[in-house]
């Protein structure tokens, strides 16, 4: 079992940055894949990030690919995910997963997930 605490949400402008944490407690965070999701208003939850157990693969929607990067620490059972060159379609609420399946947390079926953090980019 692990439990997953967002942090880093915020309001910015188009073109600014943000950095999202994740805080695994619980098992440690380098007995799991890891990834982002988000999700918008009226739209369903949609893969943003993943990140294999050593952090050595990463993936990511071609949405984010290029501005987005998720990274990991082991050593503090922290995940991040480093968001640039914000766009307004970019605002979600955006949720840090984990399952003991790379492919699970790729393919949206994983078993953990935290409350979520609010990421809002103005035009």
């Known amino acids: 079992q692990v439990q997953l605490v967002e942090s880093g949400g915020g309001l910015v402008q188009a073109g600014d940055s943000l950095r999202l944490s994740c805080a695994a407690s619980?098992?440690?965070?380098?007995?799991?894949?890891m990834g982002w999701f988000r999700q918008a208003v009226g739209k369903e939850r949609e893969f943003v990030a993943g990140?294999?157990?050593?952090?050595?693969?990463?993936y990511y929607a071609d949405s984010v690919k290029g501005r987005f990067t998720i990274s990991r620490d082991n050593a503090k059972n922290t995940v991040y995910l480093q968001m640039n060159s914000l766009k307004p379609e970019d605002t979600a609420v955006y949720y840090c997963?984990?399952?003991?399946?790379?492919?699970?947390?790729?393919?949206?079926?994983?078993?953990?997930w935290g409350q979520g953090t609010q990421v809002t980019v103005s035009s």
């Open positions: 990140i294999s157990l050593s952090g050595s693969m990463t």
């Open positions: 619980g098992r440690t965070c380098s007995t799991y894949p």
């Open positions: 997963v984990a399952d003991t399946s790379l492919q699970a947390v790729l393919a949206g079926t994983y078993n953990y």
